[in-house]
């Protein structure tokens, strides 16, 4: 069962999805490397295989020019769940929304960076010129160009700065 059927199934409400998604914390320098980046004038993307409402929120908090993701959802007037849109964005599929962003700015893909963690982030680490894996799958890691692994709870997402 995909994972908006089992929601809709369990009656997930807008109310308690929102709850969840905004007590989620963003790693410790987030916000200051994003700060930085937007600074510098670097056109700043996110492609997520998660939520949209979460994609929307990190693009709003973070300034971040560019936002998908692979899970939409829409709320009835009572608040349940009642449709949504899944896009490819995961995978292979990440892929096509940076050459999207890519052919708007005029950019190649050397001109590209790229900050992940999982393994459905190795296509797209594969096809810029600098991928960067922070706190990595194995699978990522390999395949990037740089690899920061630092103790959980001690995250500080300021460290890719210096690869950029």
């Known amino acids: 069962m995909e ?7 369990y009656s997930l409400t807008k109310q308690l999805f929102t709850d969840i998604l905004e007590s989620v914390e963003y790693h410790k320098g987030v916000k200051e490397t994003f700060q930085e980046l937007n600074k510098k004038g670097y056109i700043t993307a996110l492609v997520s295989g998660g939520f949209k409402a979460q994609a929307d929120r990190a693009q709003k908090d973070l300034k971040i020019k560019h936002s998908f993701a692979a899970c939409e959802y829409f709320w009835d007037k009572e608040g349940k769940l009642a449709h949504w849109n899944l896009l490819p964005c995961d995978y292979e599929g990440k ?3 940076i050459q999207l962003i890519m052919k708007e700015h005029g950019l190649s893909s050397e001109e590209c960076a790229f900050v992940g963690d999982g393994v459905n982030d190795v296509y797209l680490s594969k096809e810029v010129g600098i991928g960067i894996s922070f706190n990595g799958a194995e699978e990522l890691q390999r395949v990037s160009n740089h690899s920061i692994n630092q103790e959980e709870g001690k995250e500080n997402f300021t460290e890719i700065l210096k690869y950029l």
């Open 3 to 9: 994972r908006p059927q089992i929601h809709k199934k």
């Open 95 to 97: 892929v096509g929304f």
